[in-house]
């Protein structure tokens, strides 16, 4: 047998053999495999639940009595975002963004229903596999291998294993192989359990793509911790390399993402609900230049419009010009919210993208984001969701506008009503999220930084092993 | 054919500071070469150097021929080593402990040829299936001794190996060496024990700062000569 397969065994027993082992291992490995079952369940219960939300906001659709158009644009029309599948292992800002879209005239309304305003965050302390993978596997990590060769110089035993001519990189393939197999032990059930669940929840074959993905990179970042831990721990004493790694801990898990949030808000600062609704309906007033008023426009639409159907008085037009007004009106306000949201779509994004490049202290920020991206539940996913219904909300009232409009004229505007056959014609809200390749390029800095801390971690143990004599 | 060990000019020193100086000396198969001296002689240092743990500022150390600094791993084939403290992993039996450092040494042997290794230093099997957080520092020696074999090393360093053990462990321990050196092995023992040296050594260096002042052999070291010598060199 290989040295370093000889070291990784008796680790690996070593370890098996700890009751500090057994108790840490239980704890994270049933908290994980809790929180898997936990989130899962109550995905199922979401995704059942939206989708029959959509069943029955399309019902009330398509069932509403005959009506003006314009009031059916008010009626309005709700669009769920469909849960991936996924958000049972990491929930993402799906806990705090909106998930429901109300689509109506004049108005793009943000999404609301959010995990966080329904009293679901009190499910077991608000804990997702994603968190129990982000914070207390590196903990957990640190807690069993801080001693792995602090131990051993301090024990007298790595003198003994030189003397027989291991060699260091031996000695430390050897414990990063055998700590890397208990954990593994410790946590498979877990890691099973959840493509099991995703089985039972999901055929889509990219999910598990997905999955695999997020598995890896939750093992390369595992791997970051283990290998730094060992190689303070051939350096430092066993004490003060738990100390030493429980500070990075705390410091890159907690203090840098908090110090980065504070950061970004204050970098990109996003506005206040009201000072951006104030914002936008100035806009629609005065035009987003500030120069083209909405009373002045409408009065040029008007004269348009007269002009194009040689007419002199609106009550003369053979359409009905309330219609085509409010679209005229819509396709303004349109615009304007597109400026806005672009504009707070790109705070979003720079926000992220300090995030992200804060991961360079902090490799959490860096899983974090991958694993958000990798489950369809991040910032990303969230604004593609809300375009995808403001793409949708424009052409249904166009489509209410334009019936109006076309079927009907000032003399008869209040007796003009529509009926099912429009409401059915009108295609139901559908929702594809971007694919995986879409979601990877998107979050193309966590994913190097990860690669950087994989390679400063190999670094670091190259170096330990450089380091690494019976007299350090 | 070479010595098994060999120290030529070898020297230590920490900057200005020498903790080995030129130090020269010879041990061949079934010698026990004892290292007599007071803390600071030298003497750990000699034993780091020809473990490889410290590399000599000048000079060589040898094992089989082959130089230490240049041969780190190979050398090590050759030598087996037991501290003053034979310190092994107190969770595992001593059975355990020698199958993982033999394994590690490349030797590879079945559960009843462990056993037998361990028998033939004084460990029971009862004791031997025992873990270690249960054994006297006497049973962590003669487990030391057991690797040592299994490995089937042709050079033995000891740093200190009967400090602190009873008379009778210590007694145990001296002649399972002198069994060892009759069967060809080369023995470098550093010692603060005059009598135990006196009563296993073949060669008796008496070192002082660093310096092997001088090598007492066979009928050198009647037991006046030797407690006057070391006095001697002690006081000077």
Not at chain 2, 83 to 111: C, I, W
Request: charge should be neutral; charged fraction near 20%.
């Amino acid at each position: 047998m290989a040295g370093w397969l000889t070291i990784a065994r008796q680790e690996f027993r070593g370890l098996l053999r700890d009751r500090r082992f057994h108790w840490l291992c239980s704890a994270v490995g049933l908290c994980l495999l809790a929180v898997l079952i936990v989130g899962w369940q109550q995905t199922q219960t979401v995704r059942a639940q939206r989708t029959a939300a959509n069943a029955v906001a399309r019902e009330h659709w398509v069932t509403q009595p005959p009506k003006n158009p314009h009031a059916a644009a008010h009626y309005g029309v709700y669009a769920f975002k469909p849960q991936t599948a996924l958000a049972f292992v990491d929930i993402g800002v799906d806990e705090h963004a909106g998930v429901v879209a109300f689509l109506e005239a004049h108005k793009r309304h943000d999404l609301t229903g959010a995990a966080a305003q329904d009293g679901r965050t009190q499910r077991l302390l608000a804990l997702t596999a994603a968190g129990v993978l982000q914070y207390l596997l590196p903990l957990l990590i640190i807690v069993l291998a801080f001693d792995a060769l602090a131990g051993e110089r301090e024990h007298g035993t790595l003198r003994y294993l030189l003397s027989l001519g291991v060699r260091p990189r031996t000695l430390l393939a050897g414990k990063l192989a055998g700590i890397g197999a208990a954990l593994g032990v410790a946590l498979l059930p877990a890691a099973v359990s959840s493509f099991l669940l995703l089985w039972w929840l999901e055929d889509a074959p990219w999910d598990f793509v997905r999955l695999a993905m997020m598995a890896v990179s939750y093992l390369l970042y595992g791997f970051i911790f283990l290998a730094l831990t060992l190689a303070v721990s051939s350096r430092w004493s066993a004490r003060m390399t738990l100390l030493g790694m429980l500070t990075f801990w705390a410091v890159s898990s907690f203090v840098v993402p908090r110090m980065v949030t504070d950061l970004a808000a204050r970098w990109y600062p996003t506005p206040a609900r009201a000072a951006f609704d104030a914002a936008v309906a100035h806009d629609i007033r005065q035009g987003i230049d500030g120069h083209n008023p909405q009373e002045e426009r409408l009065k040029a639409f008007e004269s348009r419009l007269l002009a194009q159907y040689n007419a002199k008085r609106l009550e003369d037009l053979p359409i009905n010009p309330a219609g085509l007004l409010m679209q005229e009106s819509e396709e303004h306000s349109n615009q304007v919210y597109a400026h806005h949201y672009a504009r707070l779509w790109l705070a979003f994004e720079q926000q992220v993208a300090l995030h992200n490049a804060a991961a360079v202290v902090a490799p959490v920020l860096a899983v974090r984001s991958l694993s958000m991206a990798l489950a369809g539940t991040d910032v990303f996913h969230h604004l593609d969701f809300a375009d995808a219904a403001e793409r949708y909300r424009q052409p249904l009232i166009k489509t209410l506008n334009e019936d109006w409009a076309y079927n009907s004229t000032l003399a008869t505007d209040e007796t003009y009503v529509a009926d099912t056959r429009l409401w059915t014609s009108v295609q139901p809200f559908t929702y594809t999220p971007p694919p995986l390749t879409l979601a990877l390029k998107r979050q193309w800095l966590a994913l190097a930084w990860l690669g950087g801390w994989l390679g400063f971690s190999l670094l670091a143990l190259s170096s330990a092993a450089r380091g690494l004599t019976a007299t350090t | 054919m070479p010595p098994m060990l060999e120290a030529v000019h070898l020297t230590k020193a920490y900057g200005e500071r020498i903790v080995l100086d030129d130090l020269n000396l010879q041990v061949a198969p079934g010698e026990i070469f004892c290292l007599l001296g007071a803390n600071g002689a030298g003497k750990t240092t000699t034993i780091n150097l020809f473990l490889n743990f410290i590399t000599p500022t000048r000079g060589e150390a040898r094992i089989n021929g082959y130089v230490v600094a240049e041969h780190p791993i190979e050398t090590k084939q050759w030598l087996a080593y037991i501290p003053e403290q034979v310190m092994l992993y107190r969770n595992f039996t001593g059975l355990e402990n020698l199958d993982y450092f033999s394994e590690l040494a490349g030797k590879h042997y079945t559960r009843r040829e462990l056993l037998d290794w361990l028998a033939s230093v004084g460990l029971s099997a009862e004791a031997a299936e025992r873990r270690v957080a249960t054994y006297s520092k006497g049973m962590r020696q003669k487990v030391g001794i057991a690797i040592a074999l299994a490995k089937e090393a042709k050079a033995l360093l000891l740093d200190e190996p009967t400090s602190g053990l009873d008379p009778q462990a210590a007694n145990e321990f001296s002649q399972l060496l002198t069994r060892l050196a009759t069967q060809g092995m080369a023995v470098l023992m550093a010692t603060h024990d005059l009598f135990r040296a006196r009563e296993i050594g073949t060669h008796i260096g008496i070192m002082r700062q660093g310096k092997l002042l001088t090598t007492l052999t066979g009928a050198d070291m009647t037991p006046q000569a030797l407690e006057q010598l070391y006095l001697d060199y002690m006081r000077n």
